[in-house]
């Protein structure tokens, strides 16, 4: 006996020298290598008392032992691992006090444990290792197991089935021995469960859609104190439920706080600039992009290996999926994207075409590899094409003109002379076996080709518009009558085109504006050059491929005057007057969609004069 | 099949291989054999540099794109990544030794802890790896840490799944399908080529595209952003591609699209991706191929004029498999059947320009539109080596060849120089400073031919001496075991090898020593060569000593021939006394030591650095005994003439004589006056009969047999040869220990034994002052009788009847005598007075049983 208690002491004394060295270190860095250094040495203490046969005087020892191994590796290995390391504490307690247990059930376990143990003086090391099983069960999500276990040491109090009340009645003592130091004061680790738990429950109720409820637990979380950067989730997950709830300002509000609280919190930068979006402050929008953005540059990784890492951080509390969706950002890229299209929306050129040269630089690099989850990203090409259409917005032609280049390079030897658009199911099965290989590679070619012919016929658009900005309407001509070349490759039969738009809907709405805008683009080639009679054709064919486009109207308006054709003139006018203007709401390229305030027409007014005018005239004289 | 002789030379050698992968990095070749170690080797000094040490079995390796890291993939273990030590640095370490460099890698140099995982590719500070879990093959993509920074966290940055297929294999490949599980996936990472990389040169050790064909597989996405795409051939033969620098993409539509797509099923392994046929704009094929022969090659045809757009084909192309392993360059495709290593052009030769000009024009056709492959026209062309297990990249000598490296199953690292296509042509047409240069070089060759060839005729002789050193020792060994056989039975014929020892006098600055001359005799017709030992254990009974203690003396032989003698002689008394009798055993031994060459014994050690004395340090021996010989005081007696009985000194009293015995036996006495006596006497008798047939001296005189008895005493031999020093039948000689003796022989009458009369018997009585002399002289006559007795022939006149009464008084006179001696050796209880009665009582008692009547018949 005396060379246990001897075995103990000395026991005792190694335990307490790992950690102090462990404080130590977490003020001083607190580093990764270090929980692992002393995970190690904990494990090998703890081997080293489980050598001898439990008894009954040792069990406080051990269990402190046992707690200390068992924080430690909560963060160095697999939630599972822990889980069987912590049953085979709690079966070796109980035969140390003589009641051999050989059940594997959890709840079971922890029954008998907590029964056995009721009231003696081991209860307290017995609620430390329960704050170990609940940190577990809670990475794991297992709200039912931590129900079940709370329910056993609240017994006074008529079970409510509800966690969280069950928690905020939590009454058990976890005081610290202070003769053996533990690596986390066990009421420090409890105050941690109980936030993260309710923040647990609070996304669970979140993705269920019961965004009231979630919100409350939130709030009661965030009464609660946290660390930072734990208080600054809470925050931007209060600012979430809001936004979801109809409550954009409370839903600000929020996001300011959690920035306040903790500037590194990304998540809610990105959405405060959701909100702004939202509310149509496109200002702030961009400024919070921005410095989302040069908050992602600056800390690329969160947990990079200068910061000081916690024992027990809560993103292990919350497990690895719920963190995800907590601190979910979009990549530098996309961001960077959102940034420059909400300039080039908003008319801050040169913002926005160094947005979009900063995100062709960052697509090209090979040194970063993107994320692959998360948020969905436009295609490359349209993103060149965007990236042109800022370079021209810019007044930065020829950049904008090398760019459109670049992907005409890519797609233009790629398209067929005619490009047949038939139902799906019926292309693959009049394809030839020798195109294969166009079927393997992608999944739906014949969109993949349209949408090809959509980029290049999109890239000479842009380079007619940049010509016809320089004045070079030759250059101009060329390109919108190459775009147009490129886009009448589609064919279809007129009586499946419904059938067609039902397929390739947003496609073929494209394909239409697109050719519609580059006939109005070749027909102002021919106003500038003063073919008058090739310029009322190409409007009157714009009209025809996308009707209501009121620009191209006006300018057909005005070539039909200009003709002196002023009854046709005077008719369209009223024609156009009739008709409300009714603006396709169909999503469109930035380009596209940009594309119809730039192809104003200018004379506006004083077309208006003259029609109002030849009009009287014409009902006078008749 | 047409077969091209190349010129291969043998690197080094490492033992028959399991699996087997090289890469070659400069000069220095990096290799795994399917053991846990990756060999570091170096071409220039062609010798193994290091030795890394895994825990398990490395699968695969690879280097880092800056070459100053190796990643190897373990069995079960997951993925390690080490430095790499560069080259100067180990360079002045190795100048000193050339015994490799072992380092053991640690657990704790694991990376990837993940023992599922079947491939890897580090790309661009990306690390791809391939595992299966459960049902479907897991791409993980996982950020490399800083090299400077030093930190070893590999962040798992993506990763995508693909379910497995159950591959359906016809039944005949059933054998196969086994293969096919231990199989890893074959990973590759395609660049597009773009003006600034140079033409045909991989980038960075990965395989480049043309940029059309590249967008035309992978899509205009990963065209406009320069991606890499990481290409793998799973194991059901489904080839999967992936952008590795691409954000996941949607359509205009919303939809997202999938990271992961399939390009092709080649319905069999995958062994090897690679491209070749460098055009402009670079490499212009995909190719791929599976391991039961399958060759997919992936080609672009450009837009046409006839408004046709551009698009890829896949050809597909079967040679013989298996295929163990594969590599590209420009042109060609080398792959290794287990049976042969086969060239593939993949070009078209056939059309070989007659002119300068038409080549232009079909250089030109062939860029803007290549032509199909060749492999459906043009067989492949053996190369002629065989087994080759894993190939590395090849390269081109500055000679203009292609040089391949390879790692055949038998263990050998080859260096296979491919001829020229234009040596032939060329050769006519040399000029004289290259026909010089020629020469020159082919006599360098001739001359490191000569020189191999004598260095391994000289290994060759080593080794055949050494046989035949082996054979001629189990000729020996043959030969005595086969002797000690015959001696079970009976051994008529004199041993083939024998020793015999006989013990002489010789007296050196008046101290006498007692020599033992040993000669070894060798009759066979094996000679003794050098290598074998004469061992002769002495082994004296040294009374005071419970178990006696022994001697070996070992003599190295020189050279035995067949019929010659060696005589070694060496000393029989410690410390100036002899113990007698003494046992002599003999023993040849052969130490394996001699079997190797002292050159190859060195260079043995050079190689293993185990000592040869380690390897033969328990059994390094072969130990033959000989003969067994007992010399007792017979033949240690110094013979004197008889008349000098007188110089035998009368001076010694029984006191003092009683005195030596005493203290011969190295028992303290105190001196005490004793009665004086003449010399003490013993008789043996011996039935004369007996000796006659014994020493084979049938009907000879009393006088030749008393005479022939002493010789044959003395010296071992009863011919009535002439030795000088017996005359007559007394001998008078000299013992060890200068003590005086006396044999004598008479043939005597006895009556009362024999029932029928009398019995002639002869007495050989023992006289001695020295009670030691006498029982050791004693005891040796009696030995010799015994060894007689043995020897004797049953048979000899039908059995003598004995008179029972003579006998009966004789057997009571000695038990009555024992009684005595029992008597006076109770424990006494009365003090020394007793004592010294007792020790005179004792001498008298032991001098009564000297005097036995009893004969020897």
Partial sequence: ??????????????????????????????????????????????????????????????????????????TNSKPNEVNDRLTCCLIRALEAVGFPVHCSDQVTLWQTVLKTFNGKEHQTCIHKLLLIQWAIWLSQCQFEGILQLLQMINPKITPSGDLLAEIRNLTFSVKDDTSLLVAMAAEDLKGLLHICTFISKGLEKMKTGNYPEALQDFQEAGTLSSPRALLAHVHTLMGLCYAKLGRPQSALQCYRLALEVDFSCQRALYQSAL????????????????????????????????EPVPLISPDMLLGSEQMAFISQIPSPVHILHILGHTCVLNDRNSEGAECYLDLLASLQSHSTLHVKHGLPFPRIPMIYLEAAFAMLKAKRFWDGLAICEEVIAKTADLIPERLFLEPPMVTHQLTAPIE????????????????????????YFLQGWAYLQLKDTKAALTNFTRAINQLVKVCFKQKSKPFLFSFFSDQMVMLETL?????????????????????????????QTSPGCSNTEMWLVEILWRLDRKEEAAAMWRQIKKCTDSSTSVDLPLYLQAWQEVAKYHGHSNLHKKMEAFIHSCGTTA | METVRCFVDCLADFGDLLSAKVIRNGTEV????????????????????????????????????????????????????????????????????????????????????????????VVEGILVTVSMQESFWTFELYELP??????????????????????????????????????????????????????????????????????????????????????????????????????????????????????????????????????????????????????????????????????????????????????????????????????????????????????????????????????????????????????????????????????????????????????????????????????????????????????????????????RCLNHVFNVCHLILNCHKNDQEVCERKPPISCRGVANWSTLLQKDSLILTCILENLSDCALHQGWTLCIEVYSSRSHIADGSS?????????????????????????????????????????????????????????????????????????????????????????????????????????????????????????????????????????????????????????????SVLKWLVFRTSETGDYKPIQNPVVCALGPGRHEARLLTKEVTVSGINSKGDLSVVEVQVESFSVEALCGLHHAVLRRVQALLKEAPVTHGGPVSLRGQHLTEAVQHAESLYKDLQDSRTPDTFGGVMKIRKTSELFQLYLQLRENPLVII
């Fill in chain 1, 1 to 74: 006996m005396s060379v246990t208690s001897c075995l103990a002491e000395r026991w005792i004394e190694e335990s307490n020298t790992i950690i102090k060295k462990w404080k130590e270190n977490e003020k001083l860095r607190g580093q990764l290598q270090d929980i692992k250094h002393c995970y190690a040495q904990c494990l090998k203490l703890h081997q080293k008392i489980q050598g001898v046969p439990a008894v009954r005087q040792q069990v406080e020892l051990e269990f402190a032992v046992s707690y200390n191994t068992l924080l430690f590796s909560l």
């Fill in chain 1, 275 to 306: 909100v702004y979006k939202q509310l149509g402050n496109s200002h702030a929008e961009i400024e919070a992009l921005r410095l989302l953005h040069s908050a992602t540059l600056l800390h690329p990784e969160r947990n990079s290996l200068s």
């Fill in chain 2, 146 to 467: 800083d090299c400077s920074e030093g930190a070893m966290v590999y962040q798992r940055r993506a990763g995508f799944q693909v379910q497995v297929v159950a591959a359906r294999i016809p039944q005949k490949h059933m054998a196969d399908t086994v293969d096919s599980k231990s199989i890893a996936p074959a990973l590759a990472c395609i660049y597009p080529s773009s003006d600034n990389t140079p033409n045909g040169q991989a980038h960075l050790g990965h395989p480049l595209l043309e940029p059309l064909l590249f967008r035309l597989l992978f899509g205009v996405d990963t065209s406009l952003v320069h991606s890499p795409v990481i290409l793998c051939g799973l194991p059901d033969g489904r080839l999967f591609f992936f952008p590795l620098l691409l954000p996941m993409l949607t359509s205009s539509r919303g939809e997202q699209k999938p990271q992961i797509k399939m390009l092709y099923s080649l319905e069999q392994p995958v062994t090897f991706i690679g491209t070749s046929v460098t055009g402009e704009k670079g490499p212009q094929y995909l190719v791929v191929i599976g391991q039961r022969g399958r060759i997919l090659i992936a080609m672009a045809n450009q837009e046409g004029s006839d408004g046709k757009a551009a698009d890829c084909s896949f050809i597909e192309h079967t040679v013989q498999g298996p295929v163990e392993c594969a590599c590209v360059d420009g042109e060609r495709l080398y792959y290794s059947t287990s049976a042969n290593l086969l060239a593939l052009s993949l070009i078209n030769t056939s059309a070989s320009p007659s002119s300068p000009l038409s080549a232009a024009a079909v250089g030109a056709a062939l860029s803007t539109r290549p032509k199909r492959p060749a492999v459906f026209s043009q067989s492949a062309v053996c190369l002629s080596v065989c087994r080759v297990a894993a190939l590395a990249e090849p390269c081109i000598t500055p000679a203009g060849s292609v040089e391949l490296l390879a790692l055949s199953l038998s263990g050998k690292l080859l260096q296979v120089t491919l001829p020229q296509a234009s040596d032939k042509e060329s050769l006519s047409r040399l000029v004289s400073s290259q026909v010089g240069q020629r020469v020159n070089d082919l006599m360098g060759g001739i001359g490191n031919i000569w020189e191999r060839a004598s260095s391994m005729k000289h290994q060759l002789q080593l080794k055949n001496n050494t046989l």
């Fill in chain 2, 551 to 707: 001697t070996t003396y070992s003599f190295a032989l020189k050279k035995v021939d067949c019929g010659e003698k060696l005589e070694v002689n060496l000393p029989l008394d410690i410390d100036g006394e002899v113990f007698l009798p003494v046992k002599i055993n003999c023993y040849l031994v052969y130490s394996l030591h001699s079997l190797f060459h002292p050159e190859e014994l060195g260079h043995l050690s050079v190689v293993s650095d185990i000592p040869i004395s380690q390897l033969l340090r328990d059994n390094g021996c072969i130990s033959l005994a000989l003969n067994t010989l007992t010399l007792d005081w017979l033949d240690c007696l110094r013979i004197a003439e008889p008349n000098s009985y007188a110089d035998v000194p009368k001076q010694l009293t029984t006191w003092e004589s009683t005195h030596k015995f005493l203290s011969s036996k190295q028992t303290r006495t105190q001196l005490q006056s004793m009665s004086k006596a003449g010399p003490h006497a013993v008789v043996v008798r011996i039935s004369s009969e007996l000796l006659r047939t014994g020493l084979s001296l049938p009907g000879c005189s009393t006088a030749v047999l008393c005479i």
């Fill in chain 1, 436 to 459: 294969l290989s166009a079927r393997s590679l992608e999944p739906d070619p014949t969109k993949e080709t349209l949408d090809r012919v959509l980029w290049s016929g999109s890239a």
């Fill in chain 1, 515 to 543: 050719k519609g805008q580059a006939l109005t683009g070749r027909g102002l080639c021919f106003v500038e050059r003063g073919q008058l009679m090739g310029a009322l054709r190409d409007f009157q064919l714009s009209l």
């Fill in chain 2, 30 to 121: 990096f290799l795994s054999t399917g053991a846990s170690d990756v060999l570091v080797f170096n071409g220039q000094e062609k010798r193994v540099k290091t030795v890394l040490h895994f825990c398990s079995s490395v699968k695969s390796f690879a280097l880092s794109n800056d070459r100053c890291r190796l990643y190897a993939l373990c069995e079960n273990d997951g993925l390690y990544c080490i430095p790499v030590a560069l080259e100067s640095s180990s360079h002045s370490l190795s100048a000193k030794c050339h015994i490799p460099a072992l380092s053991t890698v640690s657990k704790d140099s694991t990376v990837i802890k993940d023992g599922k995982v079947q491939s890897f590719i």
